[in-house]
């Protein structure tokens, strides 16, 4: 026999305004998310320190999101591309 407990209805949270949601929203994410943090392997910790001390130094300069979104395209669509090495019939037709 399976017993169903009623949900409270949320309905009166979706009238409130927008950052009053988004406040409560953080705060239950927040109350789940606690003490769940997962251990950070130490080569990863090590390139972070390496990039971040390229970037502080100068050696590395950022890239905007835009820029970074269009050498992704570029680079998954050759990727894409190269994995169909053209035979050489078809390379002499065209």
Do not use: C, N
């Not at 395209?73 to 002499?92: D, G, H, L």
């Amino acid at each position: 026999m399976f017993v169903t407990v009623p949900t409270p209805s949320i309905d009166p949270l979706l009238k409130l305004p927008k950052k009053r949601r988004m406040a409560i929203a953080e705060r239950l994410w927040l109350s789940v998310a606690a003490g769940q943090i997962a251990p950070v392997p130490s080569a990863h910790r090590k390139t972070g320190s390496a990039r971040l001390a390229a970037y502080q130094s100068g050696q590395s300069k950022p890239v905007s999101h835009d820029e970074m979104m269009r050498k992704l395209r570029v680079r998954r669509t050759v990727s894409r591309w190269s994995r169909y090495p053209r035979s050489s019939k078809i390379s002499k037709a065209r």
